[in-house]
């Protein structure tokens, strides 16, 4: 029986990207907009020449092999990593205004593992998201207990409101976080990983959450992820990202692994051989 042996080769510098750009209507609100960013660490080119906008209402996966630059440009974004080249504007400011404070969410990889020994609720945890608000100092009281009700009622998490974080399982501690994010009011939401760690059915209530929030609260979101099945349940759009974009459009449009491949710049080798080389095919999420 025949396998298929997979080779990758990296994209060639100069070559254009084969990308699919996606559609934005005039008048749309423009959340994020990202042009010809490139960043460097270490001497190694990470990410170049993206060019990315986000409107309002908008759910995006960001989906790439491990190494691709999905964290690095999430971090770029927020202002955490400088880049070499390009331009990032949020809301019209750049990443680290002041302008700023209450309106970005940034769920991280690490933010769900507090340490077991941290003794912290759900609703303390939480109500950490009020001190992000751009206009906290004006809120009363009653106006920061109504935006933790609020954000802990959006995640569900009301029965377990003054239950120590270290009690919860993985998905309830992502809803927690999610929910620290949305007490600042926040309007536009970064994920990192949010699905890794987490059982199936954690998951998919975490997308229908996301899902909601987009749709019901008009939050824009951002989300890596590489679990590219899961993602394109929800997600709008989305975009494939190896040092370069390679894809930006509808979740419908979304390339199989044929054309991916192609995209990867990863050719198919017809050869005979055993499970080990089968193995080797299977695409990376």
């Known amino acids: 029986m025949q396998s ?6 990296p994209p060639k510098r100069g070559q254009p990207d084969q990308r699919v750009e996606f559609p934005h209507s005039e008048g749309e609100v423009s959340v994020l907009d990202v042009q010809n960013m490139t960043v460097v660490r270490s001497g190694r080119v990470i990410i170049r020449d993206i060019d990315l906008k986000i409107n309002k209402g908008e759910f995006v996966g960001l989906v790439g092999p491990n190494g691709s ?24 400011h750049p990443p680290m205004s002041r302008k700023l404070n209450g309106k970005i969410g940034w769920v991280s990889q690490a933010a769900s593992n507090l340490p077991r020994d941290i003794r912290i609720t759900v609703r303390e945890l939480v109500q950490l998201g009020t001190r992000n608000a751009s206009n906290m100092f004006f809120w009363t009281n009653s106006k920061q207990k109504e935006l933790v009700d609020k954000a802990i009622k959006m995640v569900g998490l009301e029965n377990v409101e003054n239950t120590d974080i270290a009690r919860l399982s993985g998905g309830q501690r992502q809803r927690a976080v999610i929910a620290r994010a949305l007490a600042s009011d926040a309007e536009f939401i970064l994920l990192d990983e949010p699905l890794v760690g987490i059982d199936r059915e954690s998951r998919n209530s975490l997308l229908k959450l996301l899902d909601l929030l987009c749709h019901d609260e008009g939050k824009t979101i951002l989300m890596v992820s590489h679990d590219l099945t899961a993602i394109r349940q929800t997600a709008h759009r989305m975009i494939f990202l190896e040092e370069a974009i390679r894809f930006d459009g509808n979740t419908n449009d979304f390339p199989d692994l044929n054309t991916l ?20 095919s299977k695409e990376e999420e």
Request: proline share 2%.
């Open 69 to 92: 630059g999905k964290s690095t440009l999430l971090l770029a974004i927020l202002g955490v990593l400088k880049s070499k080249t390009g331009t990032v504007s949020i809301y019209g």
């Open 261 to 280: 491949a192609k995209l990867r710049g990863i050719e198919p080798v017809h050869s005979s051989g055993d499970s080990n080389e089968h193995n080797h």
């Open 4 to 9: 298929v042996k997979v080779e990758i080769t």
